[in-house]
């Protein structure tokens, strides 16, 4: 039962000392985010053209890859569409061969005069 206490309290002191260390690294963090704040400040502002460029060049690359990509969509679904209609049609194929066959067996000639 002692064990258990010890235990408990090795326990206690472990997670004290991970405060505390937790609590000094993140004091430290802090500083240097306050220190580096104003650079951060400095190169987002100076990235704020750059990022216009590049979404202006995004947007232009977009609108010129705009119908290629809706005629593939388009042949796409075409073929989509094409390839279901066979896969329904493809069956039925015995069967109309079947009908075709006793249509050529029972049909009847028109009487010649």
Do not use: C, N, Q, Y
């Not at 690294?25 to 990235?47: D, E, G, N, S, T």
């Not at 977009?62 to 279901?84: D, F, K, R, S, T």
């Amino acid at each position: 039962m002692v064990e258990l206490f010890v235990f408990g309290g090795l326990v206690a002191a472990g997670l004290a000392v991970a405060a505390v260390l937790g609590f000094v690294f993140f004091l430290i963090k802090l500083a240097f985010w306050l220190v580096l704040l104003p650079f951060r400040l400095l190169l987002k502002a100076v990235m704020i053209p750059v990022w216009l460029t590049l979404g202006a060049l995004g947007l232009a690359a977009g609108a010129v890859a705009l119908p290629v990509v809706l005629a593939v969509v388009a042949v796409v679904g075409a073929l989509g569409i094409l390839a279901a209609a066979l896969a329904l049609i493809l069956p039925a194929i015995p069967f109309v061969l079947l009908g075709l066959l006793l249509w050529a067996i029972f049909h009847r000639s028109p009487a010649t005069a």
